[in-house]
């Protein structure tokens, strides 16, 4: 892949992300999977992402993408949205603490960005597209694997993936 088509694929995620997590509800949905059910968020897109495109995951692109929020979400980005989080309570007292708030805030969107990057790379190489399904049930297949991957029953974060789906989709 070069560069240029791997930058546009990553700016199509990115492009995608933003206009989804702008909808109605869909920012409440992605934090409830991200603070309820311990999801990374960028997974959760890169799920309806790829629906979009058609391609369904199987196993080694899922265990693939739980690595990327492994490495990626957990190790890099978490430890930034904690710091930002954390200040919010002490901006009010300090203006310099608001500055080095908002500059958390930069730093965790490009890091935000890394992991969209990444899971880009892992895109480019798994399966085929299946023009058989609709968008909405490859989405559906692909949450399903990714959560029984992760040991998570579906029922818990099922009202926030209809969510999703519905805002991708409908």
């Not at 991957?149 to 579906?154: A, C, L, M, S």
Request: aromatic content about 8%.
């Amino acid at each position: 892949m070069t560069d240029e088509t791997r930058a546009h694929w990553v700016d199509a995620f990115w492009q995608f992300s933003t206009a989804l997590y702008g909808a109605p509800e869909v920012e409440a949905a992605c934090l409830e999977l991200q603070d309820r059910d311990g999801l990374e968020v960028n997974l959760a897109l890169f799920c309806l992402f790829a629906a979009q495109h058609r391609i369904r995951f199987e196993l080694p692109a899922i265990q693939a993408m739980r690595t990327i929020g492994i490495v990626w979400g957990r190790e890099v980005v978490a430890p930034l949205r904690a710091a930002r989080r954390s200040m919010k309570a002490h901006v009010a007292e300090n203006e310099t603490v608001g500055s080095l708030r908002e500059e958390v805030k930069r730093v965790e969107l490009a890091a935000e960005k890394g992991v969209q990057a990444a899971l880009i790379d892992l895109f480019v190489t798994i399966g085929e597209r299946d023009d058989m399904e609709a968008p909405a049930e490859i989405a559906a297949h692909n949450f399903a694997a990714w959560f029984d991957e992760e040991g998570i029953d579906g029922d818990a974060p099922r009202a926030s993936v209809a969510t999703l789906v519905h805002a991708a989709f409908d």
